[in-house]
Nanobody
Framework: VQLQASGGGLVQAGGSLRLSCTAS????????????MTWFRQAPGKEREFVAA????????FYVDSVKGRFTISRDNAKNTVYLQMNSLKPEDTAVYYC?????????????????WGQGTLVTVSS
């Protein structure tokens, strides 16, 4: 499956952004609703880290502690798209955000277990 992330930009602290990640048809024929979807981010000079994930149906979501209560991951399987709504943004949220797909029903937080990645979208939060 090919993933296209979008929605990044420059925002002031306290502001909001919504990231989108749209999947193209999989060469294997696997449907989008058979991929768990995850957002990772990589801040300047730091390793890439898990941010949020959502199960196949969207019934289960997972977040890193630092974004709980501020970020919401969701998906629209009819549109082959996963979203990351980011509210109350902080300067420390500044990073390139990547979406990733995995065939597990329950998503993993382990980066190297993901075989499909979007190209990344830059989020910059000014203080």
């Amino acid at each position: 499956v090919q993933l296209q992330a979008s929605g990044g930009g420059l925002v002031q602290a306290g502001g909001s952004l919504r990231l989108s990640c749209t999947a193209s048809a999989s060469a294997s024929g696997r449907a989008f609703n058979r991929y768990s979807m995850t957002w990772f981010r990589q801040a300047p000079g730091k390793e890439r880290e898990f941010v949020a994930a959502i199960s196949w149906s969207g019934g289960s979501t997972f977040y890193v502690d630092s974004v709980k209560g501020r970020f919401t991951i969701s998906r629209d399987n009819a549109k082959n798209t996963v979203y990351l709504q980011m509210n109350s943004l902080k300067p420390e949220d500044t990073a390139v955000y990547y979406c990733a797909a995995d065939s597990r029903i329950v998503p993993t937080r382990i980066e190297n277990q993901y075989g499909y990645w979007g190209q990344g979208t830059l989020v910059t939060v000014s203080s």
